[in-house]
């Protein structure tokens, strides 16, 4: 079993900066291939913000191209969110998404959600 602990989420002003951090973790030794980061605000459907390969290939939503930066650190399973230049219509719970295979068996996995808001 994996887990997936996030954390960085707060209240900005608009204008403003934040960065997120997803690690996972576990007993039994795994290999992570994408890493995505997804966001979800009241009312709205859950939405693919960001994505990064093993490799390092990365893909953004138009409406954050240039200000987010994913980036990962695969020698400590974690994925990185940089916000920069924050509006009030990225306010939404963030939450990571990894593919990750343990022996023979690829699935995705959650974290638990952050908060971030940001303020006019």
């Known amino acids: 079993q994996v887990q997936l602990v996030e954390s960085g989420g707060g209240l900005v002003q608009a204008g403003g900066s934040l960065r997120l951090s997803c690690a996972a973790s576990g007993r039994s030794s795994f290999r992570i291939n994408d890493m995505n980061w997804y966001r979800q605000a009241p009312g709205k459907q859950r939405e693919l913000v960001a994505t990064?390969?093993?490799?390092?290939?990365?893909d953004y939503t138009d409406s954050v191209k240039g200000r987010f930066t994913i980036s990962r650190d695969n020698a400590k399973n974690t994925v990185y969110l940089q916000m920069n230049s924050l509006k009030p219509e990225d306010t939404a719970n963030y939450y990571c998404?990894?593919?990750?295979?343990?022996?023979?068996?690829?699935?995705?996995?959650w974290g638990q959600g952050t908060q971030v808001t940001v303020s006019s």
């Open positions: 998404n990894m593919a990750i295979k343990v022996l023979i068996t690829t699935q995705d996995y």
């Open positions: 990064i390969t093993r490799g390092g290939a990365s």
